[in-house]
Every structure is written in structure tokens, then in C-alpha cells.
């Protein structure tokens, strides 16, 4: 047996990659599937598209490298997508509401006074992007369907639960720490569902999925589905998966994930150090070892290149934004705050809005291709300071990345410089898939943590060579840009 299989659950796709022991890709699939938008602010996906893509997938790779070749099977998901289903018939009770969808936000609002009560047990804000107001909206507007939860009939999972239960034949129904603690319903200190968040919630804890550790035997693929029966030996949500391919386990590694967004997820050890402005979460339970996470999310981050290239047409691809940002021997003085969508972590501002400042005549395209690229250098940095402060040193070695931007070298040069910390950026593109692949390599023996970590090949190692004056003169300027931006639309 020479391969392990990661399953890479996202948002508009599943992939399917086959990984050999030195961490090539031997072979993969992948199969986007519809988008649903039945109201503004509202998005679904059909349960059976995600399961029959993943199905499709995983025929094409195990017939590419041959199913008596898979060692073990990883999965790693879109987190806080919510799905319920009838455990006898295996149909979903309603659509998948994803991790985007707002349709709970006034439900959130009536909540308001459980939000302290509810960071301190879950580590979470209470907002409807995480999945306990979306499992209540779907029994409160079902019909029957809390009734049926109430009598065991229909059970709960995010994307991963799902994936498992159908992959088993449905014989589990399980998940673990790192999905279980975006429910909103996961008590992050006892490691249980939590009695009173239930309550809270309204939500019978009948529907709840067991929870195993991430790196775990979580049973086998059905026989029928690839002549074979393979061990699924690890479970992490699409973040934590990501920092694991990085090494997270080690002392000081950041890592950040530049793709429509930025996922900035660092390890706290079995701390779990209070942040208002950060979420604590669960990196993932091994071996019976939790290890606890902080996360910071920011909306707009390679978004803000898309939108030169398809809002204001002033690029034609984002690679090209290197060349132009480049061009320039600095920003000119020209800033742009790219809150298009509000601002995230650490400011979380639903009613800021995008800014440029500093335009003058002399302002041309390269201008707004540096200060986009710039943009997701200093928020990524708001964010990493703020990690700084709550974890109350400075222990940080780098920062590892991933993503569509990281490919961006001005980009990662010039984080790099503003941190300042060194910046490494691995071979692999599919870090999700990689981290999925490498927690189920090692739980099932395939690999050792070095092993797994040697067959991380890096690519590129960036370091810090702007003098201090002139990082702390950017940064101040950015904060400025910042404190304009904020409440614009409130
Ligand atoms: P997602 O998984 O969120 O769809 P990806 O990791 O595929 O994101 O990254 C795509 C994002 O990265 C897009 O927003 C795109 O604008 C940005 N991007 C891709 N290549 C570059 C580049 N060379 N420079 C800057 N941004 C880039």
C-alpha cells in the first residue's frame, strides 16, 4: 500500500487527491457542484451533490492508483455547513445550509444576551455563520422534523459527519473536535456538547454525532463502494487541516491561508487565553491531546485583487498585480482599506466600507494593484498582532502560507518585511488536502510526524529587510486608513 487518499470537502467542489509517501500527488479528481441562493443572504447546497461528487471523485483516484494500493482515508471539510438527515432512508430532511448563509441573523440578535455565556464555553461569537441557529431554523421550519429529531430518527453533522455516514454505508455516525467545536453547541473545556448551549439552542441532543479524537478509526468505506473496505483514519475542518499540513504542532508557527479571504490560525497549546476579538477554537485531539487554536478571519484578502480585475477592470488576471505593484519604488502614499464587505477579525465592523486615501493625479493602476496587495499584508499583520497580545508573547517563528495569493512574491516579500517575521511557502498547493491526508497518515502508521513533515517540501523562504522606521511608518498610516474606513456605513 502506497497511498493515502485526502478527501477535500470545500465550498463550490470536492476533491479527491492521492498522496504517496515523499507527499507527491500520484492522482486526483475534482467535481464542482450548483450553488443554491433561494433568497438574498442565503446559500445551500444539495446534500446528494456533495456526497455524488465525492463519490465520483473517489472512483476516478482509486481506480488511477488501484483501491488494494490506499493505506487509509482522510477527510478534511468546509466547516459549519449543516446538514440533517433521516438515519433510516439516509434523505436529507432539507438543504445543506452553508457556513455563509445569514437567514439566522435576527435569531442571533434575540440570543444577544447568551453572547458572553456563549464565547466563554465555545471559544465563538454568536453569529449565524457558525451551525447551532442553522440545526434549529431547519427543525423550527420543517415540517416534523423536530418531532422525528426528538425520537431519534433524524440525526445532525456538518459536511464531514455527512461525507463519513455515507462513506460507512451508515454505519458511522461520528465527528471530532475540530468540526464539533463550530456548532456553536461544543463545550471547548469538558470536550462535550454542552447541556445549557442546547438549551440555548433549542436543539435536542439526540441529533448529535459522537465525537472521536481527529486522528481516530472512524470505520471503514463501505465494501460496495470500491471493491475494498479502507480505514478513515482522520477527520480535521478545512483550517485546522491547513495548519497541520504546516507542522502547527510545532512552537510558533502561524499559519495563513491567502485565498477570497485570510484564515490566520495559531496554536495555544492547552490554553485557552481569552480574546474578544479572535475566536478560540480546536486545532485538533490526538493521541488524547487536545490542542487549542486562535483564529482570526478577515473577508476581502485575494477578494480585493478579484475586484481590480472584475469590479474596476484595471487588471486582467491577479498575477498581474506583482508586475505593476513592483513598478512602483513604494505605495506613493496611496492606501486602500478594502472593507467590502464590512471588516472582520480583529475589528469586526459590519458597517465599514471600502477606502482609498492618499489619490492624487499622478495615482494610476499600479497604485491600486500595490495598495490591494499591501491591504492583505497589514490586515493579515492586525491580525497576528492581536495574537501577539493574547498570547502574551512573542514566540513566533514564522509564518507559514497557502492559498491562491501566497503565489504572490511582492506580496509575501513585503508581509515578510511588515510583520516583521519570516515567511515560508511549501511546494504543495493543496495544503488542505495535504493536512487531511497527513493526520490520517500518521494515526494509521503510514507515516511518523517527521516522516509527514520531511515530505512537506518548501518552496520559498521569505525574510524581513525593511528597516524599522519605514515599516513603522507604513503600518501607523495603514491604522490611520483603517480608523477612516470604520463605521462609514453605520
Ligand atoms: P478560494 O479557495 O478562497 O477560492 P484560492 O486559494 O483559490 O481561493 O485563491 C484565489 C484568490 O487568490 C483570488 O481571490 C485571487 O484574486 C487571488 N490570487 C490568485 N493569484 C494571485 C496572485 N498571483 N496575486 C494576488 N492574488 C492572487
Not at 490554553?271 to 485531539?285: D, E, F, M, Y
Not at 477579525?345 to 495615482?363: H, K, M, N, Q, V
Not at 495598495?371 to 492583505?376: D, F, G, Q, T, V
Not at 516522516?451 to 507604513?474: C, H, I, N, S
Request: hydrophobic share 40%; aromatic share 10%; glycine share 10%.
Amino acid at each position: 500500500m502506497n497511498v493515502i487518499l485526502a478527501i477535500d470537502l470545500g465550498t463550490t467542489g470536492n476533491r479527491v487527491i492521492a498522496f504517496s509517501e515523499n507527499g507527491t500527488v500520484v492522482s486526483k479528481s475534482y467535481y464542482e457542484f450548483p450553488q443554491i441562493f433561494p433568497q438574498p443572504g442565503w446559500v445551500e447546497h444539495d446534500p446528494f451533490d456533495i456526497w455524488n461528487t465525492v463519490k465520483r471523485a473517489l472512483t476516478d483516484v482509486a481506480a488511477a492508483v488501484g483501491p488494494e494500493n490506499i493505506a487509509a482515508i482522510g477527510i478534511t471539510n468546509q466547516r459549519e455547513t449543516t446538514i440533517l438527515w433521516d438515519k433510516s432512508t439516509g434523505k436529507p430532511v432539507y438543504n445543506a445550509i452553508v457556513w455563509q448563509c445569514r437567514r439566522t441573523a435576527s435569531q442571533c440578535d434575540r440570543l444577544r444576551e447568551h453572547a458572553g455565556f456563549i464565547k466563554q464555553r465555545t471559544g465563538l461569537f454568536l453569529d449565524p455563520y457558525f451551525s447551532a441557529t442553522k440545526i434549529k431554523w431547519i427543525l423550527d421550519h420543517v415540517e416534523g422534523a423536530r418531532q422525528k429529531a426528538e425520537n431519534g430518527q433524524i440525526i445532525f453533522g456538518t459536511v464531514d459527519t455527512w461525507v463519513l455516514w455515507n462513506l460507512t454505508g451508515g454505519a458511522a455516525h461520528a465527528t471530532e473536535p475540530s468540526n464539533a467545536s463550530r456548532t456553536l453547541c461544543f463545550n471547548i473545556h469538558t470536550l462535550r456538547f454542552d447541556d445549557d448551549l442546547l438549551r440555548i439552542f433549542d436543539i435536542p441532543e439526540t441529533l448529535l454525532p459522537e465525537v472521536k479524537e481527529s486522528g481516530a478509526d472512524f470505520g471503514h468505506t463501505a465494501k460496495k463502494l470500491l471493491g475494498r473496505e479502507i480505514p478513515i483514519t482522520g477527520i480535521l475542518g478545512d483550517q485546522q487541516a491547513a495548519f497541520f499540513a504546516h507542522g502547527g504542532w510545532q512552537e510558533g508557527v502561524i499559519k495563513n491561508t491567502y485565498g477570497t479571504g485570510l484564515f490566520v490560525v495559531t496554536s495555544t497549546g492547552d490554553q485557552i487565553p481569552n480574546s474578544g476579538k479572535l475566536v478560540n477554537t480546536i486545532a485538533w485531539s490526538i493521541d488524547g491531546k487536545v490542542t487549542y487554536a486562535l483564529e482570526g478571519s478577515v473577508f476581502i484578502g485575494g477578494a480585493a485583487i478579484q475586484w481590480l480585475r472584475d469590479g474596476l477592470k484595471i487588471i486582467q488576471s491577479a498575477g498581474e498585480s506583482e508586475p505593476l505593484a513592483v513598478s512602483l519604488p513604494d505605495n506613493e502614499g496611496v492606501y486602500f482599506v478594502p472593507a467590502l464587505a464590512g471588516l472582520g477579525a480583529p475589528y469586526w465592523d459590519p458597517s465599514a466600507r471600502g477606502t482609498f486615501l492618499g489619490i492624487t493625479r499622478g495615482t494610476g493602476p499600479a497604485h491600486f494593484a500595490r495598495a490591494a496587495l499591501e491591504a492583505i499584508a497589514y490586515q493579515s499583520k492586525d491580525v497576528i498582532e492581536e495574537m501577539r497580545v493574547v498570547t502574551r508573547g512573542d514566540a513566533f517563528r514564522k509564518l507559514a502560507v497557502d492559498g491562491g495569493a501566497a503565489q504572490n512574491n511582492f506580496l509575501m516579500q513585503f508581509q515578510a518585511d511588515i510583520l516583521p517575521m519570516t515567511v515560508e511557502r511549501p511546494v504543495v498547493t493543496e495544503t488542505t488536502a495535504f493536512g487531511a491526508a497527513g493526520l490520517a497518515g500518521i494515526t494509521s502508521g503510514f507515516w511518523t510526524r517527521e516522516q509527514f513533515l520531511e515530505a512537506r517540501k518548501v518552496d520559498r523562504v521569505f525574510t524581513p529587510e525593511m528597516d524599522d522606521q519605514t515599516r513603522g511608518a507604513y503600518y501607523s498610516r495603514w491604522k490611520e486608513a483603517v480608523e477612516r474606513a470604520l463605521r462609514w456605513a453605520g
